[in-house]
């Protein structure tokens, strides 16, 4: 049974950092797309970042970019979001999410839709 499992979560003060980290079981996705995707109160889920297999490609939501920093560690069958300079609008709860089929560059990797493996989530509060 494939699991992913996602930690690192917390309160923290406006300008501050955390890391999330989403540990995969069940299954290599060495070959795989993951990303992280969030979801505020009375809100839709949303594209926060995503890694392409080999680490080399990556992508960020507007909001996140130059703040967050997506990686892995395919050893481990992990992947990580740096988060910095976080703010009050950051607050959510945050989903890792895998995709089933080897990394292309042809896929829509902004798009909760792509991806058929999703965390239980880990929520993420900052304080102003």
């Known amino acids: 049974q494939v699991q992913l499992v996602e930690s690192g979560g917390g309160l923290v003060q406006a300008g501050g950092s955390l890391r999330l980290s989403c540990a995969a079981s069940?299954?290599?996705?060495?070959?795989?797309?993951m990303a992280w995707f969030r979801q505020a109160p009375g809100k839709e889920r949303e594209f926060v970042a995503a890694i392409s297999w080999s680490g080399d490609t990556t992508y960020y939501a507007d909001a996140v970019k130059g703040r967050f920093t997506i990686s892995r560690d395919n050893a481990k069958n992990t992947v990580y979001l740096q988060m910095n300079s976080l703010k009050p609008e950051d607050t959510a709860v945050y989903y890792c999410a895998a995709d089933s089929v080897p990394f292309s560059s042809y896929r829509i990797y902004f798009a909760a839709s792509t991806y058929n493996y999703w965390g239980q989530g880990t929520q993420v509060t900052v304080s102003s």
């Open positions: 069940g299954r290599t996705f060495s070959s795989n797309a």
